[in-house]
C-alpha cells in the first residue's frame, strides 16, 4: 500500500533520485580517491554549518551567514540540537546522518571548516538533558561549550584536517564565540 497516496510513480521516482544521488557520491568516491583534496567537478565551498531546526532563528541563520560574508560558500546541515544531535547517544542515526553528509560535503565541495551554531532556549536540548536550561544562562552556555567541545574531539578524530568553531545564537539573532568546555 502506498504510503502518501501517489501511488508507484512516485516510488519509482525517488528510487531514481536516490540511485542518481548514490552515483553521485561514488563518482567524488573514486575522484577523491585518484586526485586527494580536489572536489567533486568545479564546485566549491570551503564551510559545513550545522544548526538547529527551530524555526525561529531559521532567518537569522542566514543574515548571520551573509553578514560574515559567507553566502554561497556553505553547505548546510539542520539537525535538532545542533552539535547535541550528533553527540547524544539516544540518536545515533543523527549521528550517522551528520557524519555522512560531512563527508559528502567534503568530497563534493571540499569543505574544510565546521561551523556549529547553537541557540539558547533549544528544545532539544531541554529534551535530551532533562533540563530547561533557559533560566539559567550562564549554566545554558557552559553545556553548549561542552557538547560542542564533544563533538570538536570527534571531529578531531575523523578529519583532523576539517577546522572547526562553535557559536551561540540569543534568540534576538545575536552570536557569541563559544570556546571548548
Ligand atoms: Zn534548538
Sequence with gaps: MALCGCGRDSITADRRRFLTWAALGGGAALLGAGAPGRAWGAAKANYFLLNCIDYRLTAATTRYMGQR?????????????????VVTDRQPDWAATFWQTLDLARQLHGVSHLIVLEHRDCGAYALVLGEDFAKHPAAETRIHAEMTGKLAGLLRQRHPKISFEAQLMALDGTVERLSAA
Design 69 to 85: 560574508g559567507l553566502t554561497g560558500d556553505y553547505d548546510q546541515l539542520i539537525l535538532a540540537g545542533a552539535s547535541i544531535g
